[in-house]
């Protein structure tokens, strides 16, 4: 079964201040993060579980999110029918925890 990736607003603006970021010290590494993180979200079309759930949210009883890793970087989303919507990209360098709890339990 084929899932269809969708990106939310919030995260398609999370990759775009990650790679200008990156941009401002080379422009090389910013092309090659942002291929690299937009591979790893569409290789959840084929396998949509294969992430994990995510930690921080287990210990809040939510189980629904999940997570890719591309580090540092967190791939953040959820599985409904046969789509996946990508939710955030978020530093795990950061509190991630506070930061998903007020955008997604909203």
């Known amino acids: 079964m084929t899932f269809k990736v969708h990106w939310a ?6 990759l775009k201040n990650i790679i200008l970021y990156i941009a401002n010290d080379s422009p090389t590494n910013a ?7 937009k591979e790893k979200a569409s290789s959840l079309t ?13 210990n809040q009883g939510i189980f629904l999110y ?6 540092p970087w967190r791939l953040i989303y959820r599985i409904s029918e046969k789509k996946v919507y990508i939710l955030s990209v978020l530093d795990s360098r950061q509190n991630v925890e ?6 997604l339990i909203k």
Do not use: H, N, S
């Open 66 to 71: 999940r997570e890719l890793i591309v580090t």
């Open 9 to 14: 607003a919030i995260a398609e603006a999370d």
């Open 31 to 37: 092309r090659k993060f942002f291929e690299k993180i």
């Open 46 to 58: 084929e396998f949509p579980e294969r992430g994990r759930t995510i930690p921080e949210l287990q």
């Open 98 to 103: 506070d930061i998903l709890l007020k955008r």
